[in-house]
């Protein structure tokens, strides 16, 4: 099975921050991962998907990149509708989730 | 609109059996694989199942394997779970999901999720 881990945990930010969340895979996914935004007691939202491709009507600050094992999500301004938690999923076998980044309020 | 409404979430003792359904709309559900999705109160998400289009490829986490069945019926623009030998780990809120095909494997579009707590 394909481990997901993402780093950190948690993130403490100010509004107009630069925030990058790392994703790393146990095995190589070519570019097969997508991150998802979770706000409490809501669904998942697609973000980024094939690694790097903005999904419709997501706002430009949000951007992904790497291949193979390391991935990263930046959002290059912070917004206060980007504080919630941040998911990355591997697609390459089955499907797996990394733990999570919750993007707090400093 | 596109839409995934989850229904059949509830109460269930231990050892017990629950149907969960999926209702979508919006757009044409017998073109696009489907998937199960939950997360344990305060958890992460985990994934449950996979069906394909047609129904003919189906895939379960190890956890789940062999007490949870996937199905769906494409002239009822439905997916369901059926889950047996339900285990206090089993609780958490279930989301559908579809695999968007211009989003290449990703899952594109969720259901609001339905809350599963089995508790005796």
């Known amino acids: 099975d394909i481990q997901m881990t993402q780093s950190p945990s948690t993130l403490s930010a100010s509004v107009g921050d630069r925030v990058t969340i790392t994703c790393r895979a146990s095995q190589s996914i070519s570019s097969w991962l997508a991150w998802y935004q979770q706000k409490p007691g809501k669904a998942p939202k697609l973000l980024i998907y094939?690694?790097?491709s903005l999904e419709n009507g997501v706002p430009s600050r949000f951007s992904g990149s790497g291949s193979g094992t390391e991935f990263t999500l930046t959002i290059s301004s912070l917004q206060p509708d980007d504080f919630a938690t941040y998911y990355c999923?591997?697609?390459?076998?089955?499907?797996?989730f990394g733990q999570g980044t919750k993007v707090e309020i400093k | 609109e596109v839409q995934l409404v989850e229904s059949g979430g509830g109460l269930v003792q231990p050892g017990g059996s629950l149907r969960l359904s999926c209702a979508a709309s919006g757009f044409t559900f017998s073109s696009y694989e489907m998937n199960w999705v939950r997360q344990a109160p305060g958890k992460g998400l985990e994934w449950v199942s996979y069906?394909?289009?047609?129904?003919?490829?189906?895939y379960y986490a190890d956890s789940v394997k062999g007490r949870f069945t996937v199905s769906r019926d494409n002239a009822k623009n439905s997916l369901f779970l059926q889950m047996s030998s339900l285990r206090a780990e089993d609780t958490a809120v279930y989301y559908c999901a579809r695999v968007g095909s211009s989003a290449d494997g990703a899952f594109d579009i969720w259901g609001q999720g339905t809350m599963v707590t089995v508790s005796s």
């Open positions: 999923q591997q697609y390459n076998s089955y499907w797996t």
């Open positions: 094939k690694a790097s």
């Open positions: 069906i394909s289009s047609s129904g003919s490829a189906i």
